[in-house]
Every structure is written in C-alpha cells, then in structure tokens.
C-alpha cells in the first residue's frame, strides 16, 4: 500500500500568506496609535477582516506576535539587496528594548 501524497494547494498557501499579512497590517497599525503601548488581537481581527480566532491561529502568544512585527519591519527598513541598518537577530532585542521604553516612562 502506498503512503498517500501530502497535500499542496498553491491557492491555499497565499490564501494564507495573505491572511497573515493582513493581521501583521493590522498590528502595525495599532503601533502608529499615538501612545499605544499594547497589542489587541482583537482589535487586529476587526482591523484585518478575519476572526480572534483566525487571529491566534497565525499568532498564538505575544512572543509570536513581536516575533513576526520584528520580521516585517526588517522586510520593510532593509529590503532584499539592502545593507542591513540592524543587528541580524532584532527579534531576540524587541522584548528588552520594549520592557525598557516602559520602565523609562
């Protein structure tokens, strides 16, 4: 008996991709509020068109979520060809450099 074939459905995928898109548009959004300091999933489901659920699908905690805004905003201020303007893991700073922007409140 042969194993069966995975799955693969190149609509799905950037289906998806856009989904995930759309919510990391949508939790930048909240970060150009004026004094917003937090992230609502909520608020990024109204933002993106999808469902809380759908929400913590692609982001299930806030480490996943500073995770992927590291990532985009490294997409966006050093695109492909760039010479990076920050350190190659910014990911691993963000939970530092943000616990100290509230300390320093």
């Known amino acids: 008996m042969s194993e069966p074939r995975p799955y ?3 609509k799905r ?3 998806a991709a856009a989904t995930r898109s759309a919510i990391l548009d949508a939790f930048v959004e909240q970060l150009s ?9 909520t608020e990024a489901a109204a933002r993106a068109g999808v469902s ?5 699908l692609y982001f299930p905690n806030l480490q996943s979520q ?3 805004l590291s990532e985009w905003f490294d997409r966006h201020l050093n695109p492909p060809g760039s010479r990076p303007r920050r350190p190659r893991r910014p990911a691993a700073l963000l939970p530092e450099i943000h616990a100290n922007a509230l300390a320093s409140r």
């Open 13 to 15: 995928e950037a289906q």
């Open 66 to 68: 500073v995770t992927a």
């Open 8 to 10: 693969v459905s190149p």
């Open 33 to 41: 509020d004026p004094g917003r300091n937090t992230l609502s999933p």
């Open 52 to 56: 809380v659920r759908t929400v913590h």
